[in-house]
């Protein structure tokens, strides 16, 4: 049966492109090598459950074997195996279609990760790192086993081999810039990494278990030991099962399996599973989340097939969700081209979609099921909501139904309930519902207990995002406005019909306006004269709610204004001209005694605020212990 030829190659340079342009890693050549025994070894138990292979599988499973003083890498599987004519068929006649394009497109970048599977070269990956490539086959229909060997050039060698059971052995001679792959640890990585949950036993090695002691053995025995194959995957992983057959253990336990590292349990899971009009399982776990929206993402892994392929889900799964964890697996995502292409894909549009709608659904049962549960946890999920609630209008139009909003005193309303409860309290004059929210309730005190005090609820809105889903919901919703407890003082934020009664008149307003202003000289700080109720606050320091908040989105992405992120802060510095603190003011006849009454009153203000730093708050403070001496 001895034979030389040239493999069938529509392009001469075919083998160094392989070596040197298909991947950027090439640890990449374990994974499609182990996927490709996979296939071969699950085929053959197909044929045999609908009686086309007559053959007595047993315990079916892979090896992994290195022979470092032979610098090889042995992959034995007990699969299909091939015959002299498969072996002509589907290794020497490479179906190479679209060469030329191939190459212009990807002998510079290369930097698909799945570009040998797509164009049918998942075998050659193995020159990547070998000098010289053997198989070693014999085919289930009982066929001579056949010798296959190949330096990397397009010529081989074929002739007849011994090997006594079906499947095939693919050798592996490691060159020497690749050693790495003889090293047990990197193999061990390797296969955690792309193959731990593979659908058949993969053995690396052997390892020693611990049995149980015999009856009646001594205290102070040993227990007995054995050594048992080095199983490192787990063949049927939660994600491949029905949720019927899993417990919250499981769910638990897979979290462990997946993340070993990780000590906080998950707060929830999501298991998705479904056949048409694609298929898709998987399952996503909500992890307790901290403000910072980058650190969390890419800890998704995805599979095809349970093979692992990735960990940036980008295109796959909605940008909102790519901060939780977990699995996805599906064959119908197409891999191996580019991004660009992926994200004008229709299957990938579905299964995005799809994951959007779970999700929400998913939300909205565990709202419903346990209220006080999911009000506990909220804080820990909020950002992944609110963000999905300014990128995903499906998302925003089914959020309504669990998406929260707290108040400082700890009460949480959905939308429709919040409406409901302030509308009576909190409609202005042109009949625009007011939401009044703090975004720090410690630093913003004074502000809060003054709109409380009025009867006012003030939410607790602190995400770093919050400026922009508050822009949103007011372009979404009918006639409601978001303002900060800070943007101006309580009888303002909310404006009625009526009107306070002003103890001084406009010229006395406007002599006190010039004064003050003349005396702070600073031209961050615009200063109001306004009549307000006699035990409000006598100076107040408000920040303008339009110009802050696009500032903040500016600062946090977007914000749609030019130039905002880089403005310096505005305030309003409020003057209430009722009150007989600012009467003294105004009426006091000694020019230094009534300088130094507005400089205090302004820095206490401003101290309330905590916007007196530096060389300005040891003035203050020196100035506060001369007036108690």
Known sequence: MSQQGTINVAVENIFPLIKKFLYSDHEIFLRELVSNATDATLKLQHLARIGEASVELGDQKIE???????????????GLGMSEDEVQKYINEVAFSGAEEFLEKYKDTAKDSGIIGHFGLGFYSAFMVADQVEIITKSFRGDEAVHWTCDGSPNYTLEAATKEDFGTEIILHISDDETEFLEESRITELLNKYNKFMPVPIKFGMRTE?????????????????EVDNIINNPSPAWTKQPSELEEADYKGFYRELYPTQFEEPLFNIHLNVDYPFNLTGILYFPKMTQDLNVQKDRIQLYQNQVYVTDNVEGIVPEFLTMLRGVIDSPDIPLNVSRSYLQADGAVKKISSYITRKVADKLKSLFNDDRKGFEEKWNDIKIVIEYGMLSEEKFFDKADKFALYPTVDGSYYLWDELVEKIKDAQTDKDGKTVILYTSNKETQHSYVAAATERGYEVLLLDSPIISHLMQKLEGSKENVSFIRVDADHVDNLIKKDEEQISKLSDEEKESLQKVITDTIKDSEYTVQVEAMSSDAAPFIITQPEFMRRMKEMQASGGGGMMGFGNMPDMHNLVVNGNHELVQSIFNEKDETKKTGLIQQAVDLAKLSQGLLKGEKLTEFVNRSYGLIK
């Open 64 to 78: 992994i074997k290195i022979d470092k003083e032979a610098k090889t890498l042995h992959i034995i599987d007990q």
């Open 210 to 226: 611990t049995l149980e002691k015999p009856e009646g053995a001594a205290e102070e025995d040993a227990a007995p030991t054995e």
